[in-house]
């Protein structure tokens, strides 16, 4: 049974969430159709595009993405906009959306009753709540990218399989895990031979790119706290490793990045593993899963399929 999004996304319990959305039967998103002959790589760019104006919207951050030819990964963490003022809030929405002509006359500094400032006020807390939602931020997206590919195609019709999956990572190691999983979909399915080589991916744009509109790795503040060389090291290291199932990898042994890690080969693998299997809807250890089962009101059991991480 699909779980309500409040049981999945529970920002008391962490910022950072790995989403999956996947294109209806043999609908393509992006690549070469082979059955039709139809090629839709143009698309890759207009939907990194379009995350990137909703990330510069939204008071979410994009910390990796992989876009693939039936389904694109995020792992998106979501920041409080409760300090925003009421005025920053009608005007970043009103750039998406089309809102309420008083709301408009307050961006405008006309002036209004106490009634209509009510109103406004009342309105800018909806949006307020909007910008810091991960549903509104993927129901903007996908509608985006849904309704362009349907003209483009001259199709109606759902262009999605399904809402939206989305998994809670619960700690920096269930990031780490999910954002190196995240940028090595191109190399394991033999799509691209190595990370700098995956294009449309967040690992491409860090490598490539001095200035990057992703959610920095570092060690400020509000940073991914790894520093981008071990990171791309990390991700090159377990990118070689032959996954049973995956047809690409990166030829050669692992280097021993993983061990400065503190992380059994294996164990890492494993782990690795789970973000592509369906129905579970968080990672950390089993007591920070217990602890994100009572955020969300739901009992900590086998069928919820949550994903421990390996002590």
């Keep these: 049974m699909t779980l309500p999004r409040k049981q999945l996304i529970s920002i008391e319990a962490t910022p950072f969430y790995h989403i999956i959305t996947r294109c209806v039967r043999r609908a393509f998103l992006c690549g070469k159709d082979t059955h039709s002959g139809n090629c839709y790589e143009h698309r890759r760019k207009l939907i990194v595009d379009r995350i990137k104006e909703l990330a510069g919207v939204f008071n979410i951050d994009v910390c990796?993405?992989?876009?693939?030819s039936n389904h694109y990964h995020l792992v998106l963490k979501v920041n409080c906009t409760n300090d925003w003022s009421e005025r920053k809030c009608l005007i970043d929405w009103s750039s998406l959306c089309k809102i309420p002509d008083i709301c408009q006359r307050y961006?405008?500094?006309?002036?209004?009753?106490?009634?209509?400032?009510?109103?406004?006020?009342?309105?800018?807390?909806?949006?307020?709540k909007r910008l810091m939602d991960i549903s509104w931020f993927m129901k903007l997206l996908n509608e985006h990218i849904a309704r362009s590919a349907n003209i483009e195609d001259n199709v109606t019709g759902s262009f999605w399989e399904s809402r939206f999956k989305s998994q809670a990572l619960l700690d920096e190691r269930a990031l780490l895990t999910c954002m190196v999983y995240v940028d090595l979909n191109p190399v394991r399915a033999a799509i691209a031979k190595t990370p700098e080589g995956s294009d449309y991916t967040s690992i491409q744009e860090r490598i490539m790119t001095k200035k990057s509109d992703l959610l920095n790795i570092g060690f400020g503040e509000n940073d991914i706290p790894?520093?981008?060389?071990?990171?791309?090291?990390?991700?090159?290291?377990t990118g070689r490793a032959i996954i049973i199932g995956k047809t690409g990898s990166i030829p050669a042994d692992l280097p021993p990045i993983l061990k400065r890690l503190n992380l059994?080969?294996?164990?890492?693998?494993?782990?690795l593993n789970q973000f592509k299997n369906k129905g579970q809807t968080a990672a950390g250890t089993v007591q920070q899963l217990k602890a994100f089962c009572k955020s969300v009101h739901k009992k900590c059991r086998r069928g919820i399929q949550l994903v421990p991480a390996l002590e």
Excluded: P
């Design 264 to 271: 059994n080969e294996s164990t890492w693998l494993n782990e």
């Design 226 to 237: 790894y520093t981008l060389t071990d990171y791309c090291d990390l991700v090159d290291a």
């Design 64 to 68: 990796a993405y992989a876009i693939m």
């Design 107 to 128: 961006i405008k500094h006309e002036g209004l009753s106490k009634a209509e400032l009510a109103f406004v006020y009342l309105q800018a807390d909806v949006y307020r």
